[in-house]
């Protein structure tokens, strides 16, 4: 698997260095899918999924728009 690192990493399986954020680097299925998990890296290629990380999930249906007062 292709992936390009965000953030300065070392990985054992490809250098004995630390990597700079941006290098473009092959690892096994295992690691590259390791690495995007956990936001050090993003696949590279026509199968990279454009996820945002940040995003927050939908509000709950069941939720209370607006709290009730007692009188």
């Not at 954020?21 to 696949?43: F, M, P, Q, Y």
Request: hydrophobic content about 35%; proline content about 4%.
């Amino acid at each position: 698997m292709k992936i390009k690192l965000t953030d300065q990493l070392h990985v054992s399986e490809v250098s004995s260095d630390t990597l700079p954020a941006g290098t473009e680097i092959t690892v096994s299925d295992a690691t590259g899918n390791s690495l995007v998990d956990r936001g050090l890296a993003t696949k590279v290629g026509a199968k990279a999924a454009a996820t945002p990380r940040n995003k927050a999930a939908p509000a709950s249906r069941n939720k209370i728009v607006g709290a009730r007062r007692s009188k």
